[in-house]
């Protein structure tokens, strides 16, 4: 089987940015539709906490695999939603090398955040 043949989910990617309200002063985010129905697949890992003295780190490990897009997929600046759930990339790994197909460790997240 290929590596296209797993991608059973569908999902779709935002970029987020950041502006300042003239009027009032506060941020306000803004989430752009960049890609629409992108075939990839979700794995669900679960997460764990991880301790290092009194620092207490958590560690969600879903990934998302998907064959690289047209625009570059950064970190902390895309939204994914895939299986009614948003999530921000945290991490990008060119799983393939040469961009064959891409990883992207993520955070859950509300778009409303």
């Known amino acids: 089987m290929s590596f296209e043949g797993l991608l059973n989910d569908v999902c779709n ?3 987020r940015t950041e502006s300042i309200d003239a009027d009032t002063g506060e941020q306000i985010f803004t989430n752009t539709l960049v890609a629409e129905n992108v075939r990839c697949a979700l ?6 906490l991880t301790r290092t003295e009194r620092l207490v780190k958590s560690d969600n490990t879903d990934r998302l695999y998907l064959l690289p897009l047209a625009f570059e997929i950064k970190k902390q600046e895309h939204i994914v939603t895939v299986r009614g759930n948003s999530y921000r990339v945290r991490e990008i790994i060119d799983m393939g090398g040469r961009k064959r197909y891409l990883r992207l460790d993520l955070e859950r997240v509300n778009l409303d955040d």
């Open 43 to 48: 794995q669900h890992s679960g997460g764990g």
């Open 13 to 15: 990617i935002y970029t």
